[in-house]
Each structure stands twice: as C-alpha cells, then as structure tokens.
C-alpha cells in the first residue's frame, strides 16, 4: 500500500545532540511537510516542500533544519535539541494544491530529549 | 490569518450514548477546506473527512455524521452510539484555497466509558 512511512517511532536524543528524523512516501507527492505536536497541544507547522523549493513558517526556530534529497525523502534536522522540543513530529505529504486534496500523515516520531 | 476554535477540551460519555463534538472556524478565503482527524493514543492522525466550502451538504458515514453549516462558520461531528474504541483526540482542521497549510484546532479529547 501507498504510504508515509517516518523513522523511527520513539526517538531518545541527548540535550544539545543533533539528530535527524526520517519521512518516505510512496504517493509521489509533490509536496511532503514536517508538523511538531506537544503535548496536549494541535499539530503545528514547521515548513514544507514543494518539490524541491522549501518554505519556512515564519515562527520556526532556526535549530529546525530539512532537508529533501529526491521525491521520496524527507529529513528533519535538529541542530542542538533542547527540552522544550521534546514532542510528537508527524510528516504528511499531498499532491500539489495542497489542502484541495487533502494531507497523509505518518504515524509520527516521538522525540524525547534527555 | 486562518482559526479554528474547539472549545471543548474534554467530554466523557458511556459507551451508547452519542455524541458530538464542536467546531468553529474563522477565514477571509472565499475557497476552504474543512477536516476532521482522529488521533488515538498511538500518536498518528487518521482522516475523517474533507469538505469543501462549496458544499454544505451534510455527510453520514456510518456510526459517524458530520453537519457543515457556512451562516454560522460551524463543522460539527457527530458520533451515534459511540463505543470505546472511539476513545481519542479529535482534530477539527482548516485549509485555505491553494494554501499548504493546515491549522488545527486545539483538539477534543473523547473518552467513551464501557
């Protein structure tokens, strides 16, 4: 089946250690995101790719980096991890439109810092 | 700037009883998308329903129902003898026109009782 596969489910990464987090897809998406959940708290918006030109939202930090190497794959950076990151990051991709057709989403990646 | 407001945070019934959980959303777009998501305590998000603001007819599917109403900028869900499985964290989402980005309500979480 199609799918948004994100790797790995529960991540455990040390203050300040960088750390990557995997997304695939096998839709062929145009467009893939990264959103970050707190806890008790909505999805929020981080940036996205369309294709391979990457739009920023405003308010992320600049410790969040991303990198798209094919249509395929999309990684998320963080530079030096800090308590407050801790949090569920879900990867979603669409078809170019955006939300005309609607997002799916990954089970997500669960990142503790310690 | 695009919101969505679900002002219950948390409603606990018993299994059979229905159900409904609010949705208010505020956009200056002329084109939108309306979404509903389902987060068990897994972590994913799974899709409900898409709707566009063009369409105001009310959708049933199965045990689930869902009343779009444009004069009160309302998209209420409706769970007809809800069972435990049920149990989750509701999102209500906005999508605006050709935009990438979804805003999320700040969630309702459901606990159905046995």
């Known amino acids: 089946d199609a799918m948004v596969i994100q790797n790995p489910r529960y991540q455990v990464t040390q203050f300040g250690k960088p750390v990557t987090l995997s997304c695939s897809q096998t839709l062929n998406h145009n467009v893939m995101y990264w959103y970050q959940q707190k806890s008790s708290q909505a999805p929020k918006l981080l940036f996205h790719y369309y294709d391979k030109d990457f739009n920023n939202e405003a308010d992320t930090p600049d410790n969040f980096q991303s990198r798209r190497p094919n249509t395929s794959f999309c990684f998320l950076d963080i530079r030096s991890p800090g308590l407050g990151d801790a949090a569920m990051y879900l990867c979603?991709?669409?078809?170019?439109?955006?939300?005309?057709?609607?997002?799916?989403f990954g089970s997500g990646t669960r990142l503790t810092v310690v | 700037a695009q919101k969505v407001t679900q002002a219950q945070t948390e409603i606990s019934v018993v299994e059979k009883e229905d159900v409904t959980l609010d949705c208010v959303y505020e956009?200056?777009?002329?084109?939108?998308?309306l979404f509903w998501y389902k987060q068990p305590p897994s972590g994913e998000l799974v899709f409900l329903i898409r709707r566009n603001s063009f369409d105001e007819q009310n959708e049933i599917s199965g045990r689930y129902s869902w009343n779009f109403q444009k004069s009160t900028s309302s998209f209420n869900f409706t769970i007809t003898a809800s069972q435990v499985v049920d149990s989750a964290v509701y999102f209500c989402?906005?999508?605006?026109?050709?935009?990438?980005?979804?805003?999320f309500g700040k969630g309702t979480l459901l606990t159905v009782n046995p």
């Open positions: 956009t200056r777009d002329t084109t939108y998308y």
């Open positions: 979603a991709t669409s078809r170019a439109g955006g939300v005309n057709y609607g997002y799916t």
């Open positions: 989402a906005l999508g605006g026109g050709s935009n990438y980005k979804l805003t």
